[in-house]
């Protein structure tokens, strides 16, 4: 559950095009062009959802597989470990009774080949997006079909239960066993013993998980009547779904010598009670959220709404909004903790400003001007130096052709004792901005005063 | 890479295997047997003897050779068994600084995993002579009743012994791994009766396309072999004390000799209607020694160990209706573990089935070859056998009132996680408190305590307001941990369930260097 966490953090990771990659020998529509167009390496992942003409969940879809053909690639630490390529509104098709347009979707991931131009067009998918999903990564031990496989089944997890089984509504005992013990050969985690999942580590287990459930459930008759009770009322036309009790099965092979008694029903009761328990707060909780939200209270809003999709994962309206209120919240934190540091400073209280900046930074990813002062401050008041170099550096990279920036970091290395990477620094502020005449003499204290006991602290 | 060996830690008899080129081979130790007693002793010169050469002296050293301590591992020192234990054992079992039973021998006290952890040691190191290569990791045996403390033990014992535990599993399944060896393609529905030296385990299992999934399991892990053991003891005792009028219990190396000798009668008992328990010089009394010179009957052993096999015959019934199944739906009863050779079982078993028990599997070697076999599954991609477990226990958490709520069912298949959320009971409260509990019982104090831990820096705020989502994990070694988050703040705090009575990592560690120095070396 540290998902919505993570997927802030791959939010606000910035794609980019790899160097040497020609992205105009692919066959796009218009739509996926202009997206195409829009990645410069520094819009982030989720300002490229907010830029109109292309709906969000699109955006990701699109990203998501250029992702995982390398024709795009994401700027900073990529590969860190579960956290999925893939921002905060995880729309999720609704659950909704096309269950045919779902099948459509999976069959479409499922025959393309890993390596094949990105032909299919953006606009006309009507059911939306996949939830969370990680790239394909052929470097994993796990084979790309079942990679894909992984992926199409943790974005149907909701769906009705014979279908995460693959069998038919109406299967009788004995192809529900089948299919689990088949399942099972695919999915269970000791298949995969000791070998490197990467990011699909977590999806596996959650689709072992869903499997176990699914069976558990259908090959109980009291919790199986009332799961097609309840799939016959969602379902559009109304119409009863099949429901036939695996002793009544026909068929010579297919029925048992005699009606089992319910498998452990215990479980089940609790585990269905527990989940209607779960989905009713969720909506209370949300209802709450959006009311703050409407009210301009965005912490209280985002608090709600975070909540409500704690206790239901799964519904991706929750999601959908999150990302809004979440933006919101996110600048009414930093705005608050700004004051804080800028009244922290006036009383001179630098330890307290200088965590206020800490604090407000996740909320403003990619503030050039924040991270500097945080840095800076840091320096000069004796702050934690490994913390601002971090600063220093990620405040480089995002504007690498700024002669301040270099400055800084020398600064700051100057300050931990590491004179030869400092005088690196200042040596490229120097060539980016000559005239500076600050920065030369820095440079020539550096070499003037320089302590033998600095110099070997320099050379590591 | 070197190979993985499975070892069944037997509470009175150890055994190894390895798969070797696709089939399971027991391994015989250096005197040719294929399992090892689990007995551990100091001798005199402060040598340590393990298996047979502790099992040969036991009877003049009885005070400082430990034997069945696998009935006292991960247990409370505080519990009935360990009391009842204590009474028993000829060596001394003295609390430990966790609320653990130790054993006093010597000078020295050893805790129950570092006695599981020789005896490991021992296995490995026959398998090491016989394979001629270094070994350093095992998949492990434990009785599918084991609760989280005794499974953590237990892994703890091989951390000791220096070996990596790829996966502990239960003592049953292991043994339907094996009969289900080489009929991968039968699909069936087998009843696992396992009643060996200390506890007494069944299981049941459907097989089908190489799975093995656990419907339900069942069990008692302090009914076995010893308990005949020591009704035959108590039974010719209470005849020496009549007709000669000495009290033979106040004498611990008179006391060694009867357990064997009853134990070394039972078996004899399986085979003939009758036998001799012959003990000259057992005792002395005020004119000169005495001798014990009885015949014991089959007849005999059957009243005393009828009420016994009944006990067993009645976890088959529970451990069917929480599987579903009839008694006529099984289709093979697999009989394990040495007590079941006693007739008195196997004509109960064959009456309530209503059909003789499978022939085909050695009771004392099937759980290790179970065990080499799941080693040789989790690591070969091309061994399509896979076990799906389930978890023998209820987990549950205290609740006001002092009773258990329960999270997760016993008989649930692992692995499983399940989450739920807590909240204050009072105004601006910062922490709460939970405590772990394992078993079947509504009440807490009826269930085993696995840990309680404090989850505090709860924000402040009206009582019921907070939200803190406890998640529940059983791995499937069938081992509990537990992770709480704020649901408001998003902190995340993960807690780890010292159960009472195991070893914390340094003591592990501790006791890992004081044993290196016993340590033989194989060259690679
Ligand atoms: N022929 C026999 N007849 C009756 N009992 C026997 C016979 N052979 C062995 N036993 C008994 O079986 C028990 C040992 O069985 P086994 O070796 O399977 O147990 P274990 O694996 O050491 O214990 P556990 O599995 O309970 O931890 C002993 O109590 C022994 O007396
Ligand atoms: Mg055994």
């Known amino acids: 559950m540290v998902l919505a966490r993570q997927r802030d953090a ?5 794609p980019r095009i790899p160097e040497g990659a020609d992205p105009t020998t692919l066959s796009l529509t218009p739509a996926e062009g202009y997206l195409l167009s829009r990645i ?20 990701d879809r699109c990203l998501e597989r250029w992702l995982a053909e390398g024709v795009v690639e994401l700027a900073a630490g990529t590969d860190s470990g579960q956290a999925a390529p893939r921002p905060t509104a995880g729309a999720e098709p609704p659950r909704s009774p096309a269950a045919g347009t779902e099948r459509a979707e999976s069959e479409r991931i499922e025959n393309r080949p890993p390596a094949a131009p990105p032909t299919a067009p953006l606009a006309p998918a009507p059911a939306a997006a996949q939830p969370a999903s990680p790239a394909l990564d052929p470097g994993l031990d796990l084979p790309l079909p079942l990679q894909e496989k992984l992926i199409d089944l943790s974005a149907r997890l909701e769906a009705p239960y014979h279908e995460i089984l693959g069998v038919p509504a109406d299967a009788d005992r004995k192809a529900l066993k089948r299919a689990y013990f088949g399942l099972s050969r695919e999915f269970h985690p000791d298949r995969y013993f000791r070998k490197q999942l990467g990011p699909f580590q977590t999806p596996l287990e959650r689709v072992f998980r869903k499997i176990v459930e699914a069976y558990e459930l259908l090959s109980d008759p009291t919790a ?11 379902s559009p036309q109304g119409e009863p779904v099949a429901a036939v009790p695996d002793s009544a099965a026909a068929g010579p092979e297919a029925a048992p010598a005699r009606p089992r008694a319910p498998r452990r029903p215990h479980v089940f009761t609790l ?35 975070r909540l409500a999709i704690a206790f239901d994962p799964w519904n991706a309206v929750y999601k959908e909004q999150f990302a809004d209120v979440q933006r919101k919240a996110h600048e009414e934190s930093a705005r608050k903790l700004m004051r804080e540091a800028e009244n922290a400073l006036d009383l001179r209280d630098y330890p307290a400003a200088l965590r206020a900046f800490e604090e407000a930074l996740p909320y403003r990813p990619g503030d050039v001007a924040l991270l500097r002062r945080a840095a800076q401050l840091a320096v000069q008041t004796g702050g934690d130096l490994h913390q601002a170099k971090e600063w220093a550096l990620e405040a480089v990279e995002l504007e ?6 270099h400055r800084l970091l020398g600064q700051v290395y100057q300050a931990a004792g590491l004179t030869a990477n400092a005088r690196r620094e200042l040596e490229l502020a120097l060539q980016l901005d000559p005239g500076n005449v600050e920065v030369r003499a820095e440079l020539r204290e550096l070499s003037g005063g320089s302590s033998p006991l600095r110099w070997l602290g320099g050379k590591r | 890479m070197s190979r993985v060996i499975g070892i069944d830690l037997g509470t009175t008899n150890s055994c190894v295997a390895v798969v070797d080129n696709g089939q399971p081979v027991v391994i015989p130790n250096t005197g040719g047997y294929k399992t090892t007693p689990s007995m551990f002793a100091l001798a005199d010169d402060g040598k340590r003897l393990v298996g047979h050469l502790a099992k040969r002296q036991a009877i003049t050293n009885a005070s400082n050779t430990v034997y069945a301590s696998k009935r006292l591992i991960g247990r409370r020192f505080e519990s009935a068994e360990v009391r009842r234990a204590s009474e028993l054992c000829p060596y001394a079992i003295t609390e430990g600084p966790n609320g653990d039973p130790r054993m006093l021998l010597g000078e020295k006290t050893f805790t129950c995993a570092e006695i599981a952890a020789i005896i490991l040691r021992e296995m490995k190191r026959v398998a090491q002579e016989y394979l001629g290569e270094a070994i350093r990791e095992a998949v492990i045996t434990v009785p599918a009743h084991f609760n989280d403390a005794q499974r953590q033990s237990t892994k703890d014992a091989g951390k000791i012994a220096g070996l990596e535990v790829l996966r502990i599993i239960n003592e049953p399944t292991a043994a339907a791994l094996a009969y289900g060896f080489g009929r991968k393609n039968a699909e069936e529905t087998v009843l696992v009766y ?23 399991t069942a069990g008692d892990t302090f009914l076995g072999g010893e308990d005949f053991d020591r009704l035959l003891v108590n039974h010719l005792i209470e005849q020496f004390e009549a007709s000669e009028g000495i009290d033979l219990r106040a004498e611990p190396m008179a006391l060694q000799r009867l357990k064997d000798a009853a134990e070394k009668a039972k078996c004899d008992l399986s085979g003939a209607t009758q036998t001799e328990v012959n003990l000259p010089f057992i005792a002395t009394g005020g004119d000169g020694p005495r001798h014990l010179s009885v015949i014991v009957t089959r007849e005999i052993l059957e009243r005393l160990a009828a009420d016994i096999v009944d006990r067993t015959m009645t976890t088959v019934g529970l451990c069917l209706s929480d599987a579903g199944l009839s008694p006529d739906q099984i289709d093979q009863v697999i009989l394990v573990g040495g007590q079941s050779r006693m007739p008195l079982v196997q004509e109960r078993v064959a009456e309530f089935f209503g059909k003789r028990p499978h022939k085909g599997v050695n009771p004392d070697e099937v759980v290790a070859i179970g065990a080499a076999i799941q080693a040789e599954a989790l690591l070969d991609e091309d061994q399509n056998m896979l076990l799906l477990d389930v978890t023998p226990l209820s987990l549950g958490i205290g609740t006001y009132g002092g009773h258990s709520a329960k999270l997760i ?66 791995d499937t070694n069938g081992i509990v941990s537990v992770s709480a988050r704020d649901l408001s703040t998003g902190r995340e705090q993960s807690i780890t369930v010292n159960a009472t009575g195991t070893l914390s990592d340094d003591e592990i560690q501790r006791i890992i260097d004081e044993n290196d120095l016993y340590e033989i070396q194989v060259k690679d």
Do not use: C, Y
């Open chain 2, 194 to 216: 396992d009643l060996g030296g200390g506890t007494f385990d069944v299981s049941i299992l459907e097989m089908g396309e190489g799975v093995l999934e656990v419907l339900a």
């Open chain 1, 224 to 234: 199986r009547a009332e799961i097609e009770r309840s799939l016959a009322a969602a």
């Open chain 1, 271 to 305: 585990a269905e009670r527990m989940r209607k328990e779960r989905k009713q707060r969720a909506k209370r909780l949300f209802e709450a959220g959006m009311a703050a939200f409407a009210a301009e209270r965005w912490l209280e809003a985002a608090g709600g709404v």
């Open chain 2, 409 to 474: 069912e016993r008989n649930t298949t692992l692995p499983v996680r399940r989450a739920h959320v807590f909240t204050t009971t009072r105004d601006n409260q910062t922490a709460v408190k939970i405590r772990v509990l394992q078993g079947e019982s509504d009440i807490a104090e009826e269930n085993d305590l696995l840990g309680e831990f404090i989850l505090s820096g709860i924000r402040e705020a009206r009582k019921g307001e907070p939200e803190v989502e406890v998640s529940f994990d059983i």
């Open chain 1, 400 to 405: 690498p052709n700024d002669a301040e920036g």
């Open chain 1, 10 to 14: 791959a939010a606000a990771r910035v």
């Open chain 1, 40 to 59: 410069d390496g520094r819009t982030s992942w989720r300002d490229l959802r907010q830029i109109g003409g292309v709906r969000p969940e699109d955006v």
